[in-house]
């Protein structure tokens, strides 16, 4: 048995998610650029790519750096990088190894980024409701304007409809995406600046979205899945390919006490969640309290015994890879890991 | 400038709260010894050693085995290990280079560890009201027993006040804390079995703990503080040691956008906190919206401007080390980082 805490990946699992998001978005004759700081792994993002996706999203320059120097060639850095000279410098390099575009969200970002990066592919980020980082739809055309006016190449624009990770939200938030992106469109076009990208998608929104507008999905956490999917109803628990295997160290209480700790799980847990995290094989378990080396759960019927092995499911599968140095790839059968593989994460703290 | 976000250590500061919990503690005639747990760095438990400490905590066999491999000799293991055959072989081998007790909870995990690991030295963790692991006060002679009976060597009892995580309650939970341990010693008593070592405390609870029954503590987040234990007023803003230094990379919406999310600061938050974490520099602002690379920050006056590095105080240092391989130890004059040193996060992933 592999010493617990550890990430386990379920290969058939994964495939199956990873060719069902490329049927889904393909069959809506979008293209599908994956967000791979959910894995930060090389070897999964070769079977995305295998699978049809068109190019890759990433959030930091760092990020980029990892995948461009495996040979990923058409990068989306989704973010609204404040480019300084260093990070100018390190932009530059990137575009030298690939088609590499990066986030816009207001005029002095994209002053910034042609005074260390002249001529860089920008794209203009878009506030669609989430009310996190991009400009209003109205203003869009504003910021492209002025990023044209510096020398950068303005390749459309884009949103993270961050707010449908909320119950019942999906539909209406992939609904309120396509509108924002189409009043971004026109904000451009006003200005004359024509869209050739209009990217949009998040994993829960990816299966409400229709051909017309975008042009491209970027979803992430799909391809691992966790509790958060789950509870939205945007996953079952049979495509979840992503568990954290923990060791039942304790029955204090009559409760089941795992060693999977915020520090392995991570420790997110949305208002709307029914926990910290899930049990795989035991779907009314609830872990109801989380410290950095213990998962408290509480479930009906008699609890797993001391020293056996239990599937954690995340509430957020890329913050728990974010602890990670490495997959064990393997097919579990109730009692025991078979594994096939080991995977590292490649972008393992490329966090800037 | 470094590329944010990035963990920064105050030295002045941290040299500060390790002297002051080590007068603290030393004043109350008691034993300090420190969780390294919330570090991970040899360098700052040498520090913590100079400074008095009698040993350390740690939370894993892992994190053992990297305090012991560089010289500290006396480590309790703060966790009910389930001790298998390949646990029992790395715990028999690092009792060949230190003093090493490991928690203990139930009479199966006490045979256990006496199966892998004959004549181990235990603690038998007690609950002192935070009900995650811990055998009651008045069923630790019981387990003790088990242990004696099973050939291991016990040393005395432990607990966790964890419930000192909450507004107002510190110095009632250090009270409870006295009494389950003053009840667990007469349990062991009761048994024949002495107690040579009573050992709690957490750093909310510690200033309130009284000689007595107790010789020794084990808070860990005091050496940095953070902002639960600032709102739990545990701590000032002057006793944060540590911080992320992030990028402002966004003004939508009117609020300020960092580029430090919950792969740099964790994302823990306790239904108390009044955010997501905070800005050392501007204590009325909170992080209200956090995820994996942006922080959302409300705050009175104007914002501080696109492209500027702003101080955030993570809710929880210990996740947020977690995350990291390094910390910049350095001087921060309100503009630039006089960097003094690098420090490796040196049990970084350690967790089994």
């Known amino acids: 048995m592999n ?14 998610t990873i060719d069902a998001m490329a049927a889904l978005v393909g069959g809506q004759g979008l293209d599908l650029r994956p967000h791979v700081k959910t894995h930060k792994c090389l070897e999964i993002a070769r079977l995305q790519r295998d699978a049809g ?19 990923f060639d058409d990068i989306t850095v989704a973010y609204p990088v404040w480019v300084d000279e260093k990070s100018g410098a390190r932009l530059r390099c990137l575009r030298e190894q690939a088609s590499v575009r990066v986030g816009v969200d207001s005029v002095d970002g994209a002053r910034q980024i042609a005074r ?17 980082t991009g400009a209003g739809p109205a203003e869009a055309g504003a910021v492209a304007a002025a990023a044209n006016q510096a020398g950068l190449e303005v390749a459309g624009v884009f949103t993270f409809p961050g707010h449908s990770y909320s119950p019942e939200a999906r539909a209406q938030v992939a609904a309120a995406e396509q509108d924002a992106l189409s009043a971004a469109v026109g904000s451009l076009s006003a200005q004359g600046i024509a869209s050739p990208v ?14 017309g507008v975008l042009t491209e999905l970027r979803p992430g956490a799909y391809v691992f899945n966790d509790a958060q ?24 209480g009559g409760r089941l006490v795992l060693d999977a700790g915020s520090k392995a799980l991570a420790a997110d847990r949305p208002a709307w969640a029914s926990g910290s995290g ?14 950095e080396h213990h998962a408290v759960c509480e479930l009906d019927g008699p ?24 997959f064990v790839v393997g097919n579990w059968d109730g009692e025991r890991l078979d594994e096939v593989d080991r995977w590292q994460v490649d972008a393992r703290n490329r966090n800037h």
């Open 303 to 326: 609890l797993p015994s001391l020293g056996s092995t239990v599937r954690v499911v995340p509430n957020h599968c890329c913050n728990a890879v974010a602890l990670a140095d490495e």
């Open 229 to 252: 999917q789950w509870e939205l109803g945007a996953c079952t628990a049979g495509d979840i390919a992503l568990t954290v295997h923990a060791t039942v160290v304790s029955h204090a």
């Open 278 to 291: 899930r049990l795989l094989d035991h779907p009314d378990a609830r872990i109801v309290m989380l410290s």
């Open 116 to 132: 260390h990066c002249p001529a860089a592919q920008v794209l203009v980020e878009i506030d669609s409701g989430h009310h996190r």
């Open 53 to 71: 996706a068109r190019g890759i999203t990433v959030a930091t320059l760092g990020e980029a750096e990892v995948f461009a120097a495996a040979g």
């Open 3 to 16: 010493a617990t805490p550890c990430l386990v990946i379920d290969p058939a699992v994964l495939q199956r």
């Open 198 to 211: 209009v990217s949009g998608g998040s994993s829960p929104s990816a299966q409400f979205v229709r051909s």
